[in-house]
């Protein structure tokens, strides 16, 4: 199947059921809810509760979800639409569909090959991959399996501009199209699961890839070198099998890693530089000024803040409340997203991110007004199940999801799929 296919959901479907006739099926369950339940049973329970869990009670989670359910879709009729388009265009770019895998860290919890299983299935779909900046692969590696494929870079903006100016260049410098700031995380969020089982990937050297590939983080380490006193720990078994993963997940050999103090180092030089909370809207002139490639916010769910994106010179919005991961009881994403898209008013592309579980939930944000939504959780599930081809089916699953709700309600390309095409209702709560 052609990443420009225009009957891209009918060679889909055919391809499952033919292949059903010999007794074939799906590497991954197609609905989203056997998929998390399929990945659920291979995952260990720290793994299953990093990627599905989220903050306080997980309400924003919930609501994240019964935001869609309010907006129902208005199919039209006799339409002609045997060509179906899902291509987009965002900043010059073309791509063949109007989603983009969301950045997501920490991916070797779900796969030994991690973010380059995924860079090989963005690639082969033509659909973008976001490097996360907790990534578990450094984003040299995943651009050069991906070819000329797509990419974007998540930044997390550190303590240290020099170290944010570094990720910045490492991005430029492996073709990433667009950088994409995450405001939400400038701390983490109460996550219940996680606190329950005293569990934080990047504790245990996962998900540090950017850092400890980065020149200028093993200067920071070099520097903090002498200034972190050896706390007080008493020697467990716990504590052995965590030096003994830590040295594993660190880069380099594990035997040379148990012997040094390295990995130890660097985590405790990402704990002091990871995250600036007291980063404000002034601060984003340096990254303004640092590069010519479009800069998105990800985070924003307040209209006053979507001008703000403009007012300081930023290029587009990702509407988005970190999948319910940092504000427990924070507005839906979907609920947040038309007073954003009103705000704008066509100056810069709002994108669409949390709760995106379908095709037509996809078809939902498309209609009020996202140009391209991302998507998270699912492919994540499928990476965990089947790796590349995991992740491959998923993306094309979503896809075909997508385009056969477009031709269904009589819309044969992205740029047509407006509000008029929702109702609101209050019937789903
Ligand atoms: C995330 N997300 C995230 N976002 C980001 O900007 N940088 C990151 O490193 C991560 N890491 C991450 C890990 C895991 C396990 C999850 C589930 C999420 C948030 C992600 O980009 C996206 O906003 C959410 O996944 C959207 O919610 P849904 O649609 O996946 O429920």
Known sequence: MEPGSKNFSRERQ???????????KPAVPVSFDQLKQAAKKKLSKEAFAYVAGGAGRESTISRNRCGF???SIVPRMLRGVSDLDTSISLFGHSYPVPFLLAPIGALDLFHPDADEEVAQSAAAAGVPMIFSSQASVPMEQCAEVM??????FQLYWSTSNELVESFVRRAEKCGCQAIVLTLDTTMLGWRTRDLDLAYLPFLHARGIAQYT???????LMDEYKDKDPER???????????LFLMARYYPGSTLKNLFSEEPIRAVRTFIRTYSRPSLTWEDLSFLRDLTDLPVLLKGILHPEDARKVIEYNMDGIIVSNHGGRQVDGAISAIEALPAVVDEVDGTVPVLFDSGIRSGSDMFKALALGAEAVLLGRPYVYGLTLAGRQGVSEVIRNFRADLELNMGLSGINSVSNINRKYLQYSQLHN
Do not use: C, L, M
């Open 14 to 24: 055919s391809d499952i059921y033919i292949g059903g006739v010999s007794g074939k």
């Open 69 to 71: 359910q309010r907006w």
């Open 232 to 242: 007080d720990r008493s020697i467990t078994f716990s504590t052995i099998r965590s």
């Open 213 to 219: 590939s980065d020149p200028v983080f093993k200067k």
């Open 147 to 152: 070819g000329a494929s797509p990419r974007w």
